[in-house]
């Protein structure tokens, strides 16, 4: 057997004992002491793909070690930047973009692929990305990525699976009107917008603090942006880039899932090197529904405060409550009394941990998109499956305070977005094992 096949094989089988991972659950102990927040996923991703915008080297710190990430950084070496990883300290320097293409076989599991679209036209005139298809949670499409970089003159192509934008004589600034509040799109389109010809205006942008992130990381790199974090954000095109040394935002999803694990266990729980501002609407909510939150500039301590009441949710836009918290609200849910309406408005299909959580004891009846949760339910250890990976944080919540063993299966979803879950749940005291 030759050596390139023999490694091949090798990677394949590492590939699938991940695959088929499981975690082992002993649920029904209180989680108690302190948990550090990893970086934010959904910053890392889009500050990654921006460090393709300059041929200085670019320090992005805090960044998770985690699956997207991992595949991200294999995109911009294919892309031609040299990628070095150091602990939490990724070195990017993309001195040149040979080729500015994301081929399928490298982005097929990370619907985030289409950040390098901004980037990759904006810094060579041409980009060509294997269009991410549709997930358990929704039909993920870009039409509005596509939509606003015609707006910035590139001319889009759509064939074989691809989309390809090519800008001859480089893109010129333009109007955008965001006909919904898309987070990767606008990320996207300031990607591109700051190396255009003129003004940009982007109307209906996204809020979430990850954008704001991205605009200062490239801020720090000579653009010149206003309004972030705010509808509207204007962009003055610069010639050119320079290098940057950036911390990334602590990953507020992370925090709020562990925020949610210490209410759920009736447990006492300090997470440390978080952004409690960016989890306003949880922290409302799970204040409602009867835990105890004291929070500091940056660390936030949930406690057992007498019987948890249910309460409604509706998710929304930054700053309304994340809907990539609304699998482990829900779990939650089961363990509070009276019913509870949960409604999903930002992604169609985003209810698959629903079945699962029934299967565990829970009592939710979905209907289009709202689920309705009656507690208390009392939880029993099944064997479940994951379908995404908030979907996945919701069974591992559930299981938590389940009587008795739960096998959670495809684990992969979690470490697509959770760094090192396991370990930090086992630091609270949980009974959590994986198992190849
Ligand atoms: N949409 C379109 N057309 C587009 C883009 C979006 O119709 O061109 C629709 C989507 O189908 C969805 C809605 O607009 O119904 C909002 O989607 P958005 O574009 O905001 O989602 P995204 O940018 O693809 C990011 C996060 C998601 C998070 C959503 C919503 C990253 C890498 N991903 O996705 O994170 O749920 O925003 O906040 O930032 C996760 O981390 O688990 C995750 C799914």
New binding site residues.
């Given amino acids: 057997m030759g050596a390139a096949v023999a490694a091949r094989r090798a990677v394949t089988a590492v590939a699938a004992e991940k695959i088929m991972d499981k975690l082992l659950i002993r649920g029904g102990k209180p989680l108690e002491g302190e948990v550090e927040t990893s970086g934010a996923?959904?910053s890392a991703?889009?500050v990654l793909a921006a460090s393709l915008l300059t041929s200085e080297p670019v320090a992005l710190r805090r960044i998770p070690r985690v699956r997207d990430i991992a595949t991200m950084e294999k995109l911009l070496r294919y892309n031609g930047a040299s990628v070095d990883v150091d602990g939490d300290t990724v070195r990017i320097q993309a001195a040149t973009v040979p080729n500015p293409e994301a081929p399928y076989e490298i982005v097929k599991t990370m619907?985030?692929s289409s950040?390098v679209l901004g980037p990759l036209v904006a810094r060579t005139g041409r980009a060509r990305v294997s269009m991410p298809g549709g997930c358990a949670?929704?039909?993920?499409?870009?039409?509005?990525?596509?939509a606003a970089l015609e707006k910035l003159g590139a001319k889009i192509f759509q064939e074989h699976g691809y989309v390809e934008a090519r800008a001859d004589n480089g893109l010129r600034g333009g109007h955008v009107k965001f006909d919904?509040?898309?987070?990767?799109?606008t990320e996207d389109i300031i990607m591109a917008a700051v190396l255009a010809d003129g003004e940009t205006v982007i109307e209906n942008a996204?809020r979430?603090p990850?954008v704001v992130d991205v605009a200062s990381l490239l801020t720090r790199m000579g653009a010149r942006i206003d309004g972030a974090g705010t509808s509207t954000i204007r962009i003055q095109g610069v010639p050119r880039l320079g290098g940057a040394d950036h911390a990334i935002i602590p990953d507020r999803?992370e925090a709020g899932t562990f925020l949610i694990a210490g209410a759920i266990t009736g447990g006492d729980v300090l997470v440390r090197g978080c952004a409690p501002e960016h989890l306003m609407a949880t922290i409302e909510l799970m204040r409602q529904s009867g835990s105890s939150i004291e929070c500091g500039p940056d660390w936030m301590r949930v406690r057992k405060n007498g019987k948890l009441r249910s309460v409604d949710m509706k998710t929304m836009?930054f700053p309304g409550f994340?809907?990539?918290l609304q699998a482990q609200f829900m779990a939650l849910m089961t363990q509070a009394e009276g019913i509870s309406f949960v409604e999903e408005t930002?992604?169609?299909n985003r209810f698959m941990h629903a079945p699962e959580l029934v299967r565990m004891g829970a009592n939710i009846r979905v209907e289009g998109r709202k689920a309705i949760v009656a507690g208390v339910t009392p939880l029993s250890g099944a064997p479940v499956t994951c379908s995404?990976?908030?979907a996945s944080a919701s069974l591992i919540l559930a299981a938590l305070v389940a009587e008795g063993e739960s096998v959670v299966d495809r684990i992969y979803h979690v470490d697509r977005?959770y760094e090192g879950l396991e370990r930090k749940l086992a630091g609270l005291g949980a009974s959590v094992n994986r198992v190849a």
Avoid: C, Q
């Avoid at 919904?180 to 799109?185: A, S, Y």
């Fill in positions: 996923k959904n991703l889009p619907r985030a950040l949670i929704g039909a993920r499409p870009i039409n509005l990525h596509v919904r509040i898309t987070v990767t799109g996204a979430e990850e999803i836009e994340a809907t990539d930002i992604f169609e995404d990976l908030r977005g």
